[in-house]
């Protein structure tokens, strides 16, 4: 039997992560999420998260990583993950942000880790933040967070060392059937 593979989605806000994270469960992957240590710790701290305010969001995002470390969402989650690999699953992580996250989880599972970065450049993505149904987001927001993410967070490390760029600049459709494709080779080489 071969090893579980792990791929992580990274890219910026309206890329298409969850579009991609979707498909790859469609494909049999099981679905964790770094940012679901933000949005834990949000809970923890009272806030309602079924409301998107993106400056409570950013304030604990930032303040969960000066507190305990840039890699502190793969510290939280990540034996979530180990538990999924030990029953032999394969694994999508959607929203891995940081370098110290990428490195953490790199160093844990080594080969069987990948990354694949999703790009739409900021018009296309910041179109999409705008009209979405969930959380949507200004583009001055969209702006922001951009700009944040990438200097307080470590976001382009991530995105830089990528083992896979998926262009996502047009219908979902002809993106969904990239991210197939890459599915499918993924399957063949391991």
């Not at 679901?36 to 990583?65: K, N, P, W």
């Not at 891995?96 to 989880?105: I, P, V």
């Amino acid at each position: 039997m071969a090893k579980p593979i792990i791929i992580a989605l990274v890219g910026l806000a309206g890329s298409g992560k969850s579009e991609a994270t979707s498909r790859f469960v469609e494909r049999g992957f099981t679905r964790f999420a770094y940012s679901d240590a933000v949005y834990e710790e949000m809970q923890r701290l009272g806030y309602d998260t079924s409301v998107h305010d993106e400056a409570i969001q950013q304030r604990v995002r930032e303040g969960l990583r000066k507190e305990f470390g840039m890699g502190v969402a793969a510290d939280r989650i990540m034996p979530r993950v180990e538990a999924a690999v030990d029953r032999g699953e394969n694994v999508v992580i959607e929203s891995l942000y940081s370098w110290s996250e990428y490195k953490k989880t790199k160093e844990r599972f080594g080969e069987q880790f990948r990354a694949l970065a999703i790009y739409a450049p900021p018009k296309i993505r910041y179109a999409r933040l705008k009209s979405r149904p969930v959380r949507p987001i200004s583009e001055d927001s969209a702006r922001s967070r951009d700009y944040t993410e990438i200097e307080n967070i470590e976001k382009a490390g991530p995105i830089a060392m990528a083992d896979w760029l998926i262009k996502n600049l047009g219908p979902k459709e002809s993106f969904l059937a990239e991210v197939d494709v890459l599915i499918d080779k993924i399957f063949k080489e391991n």
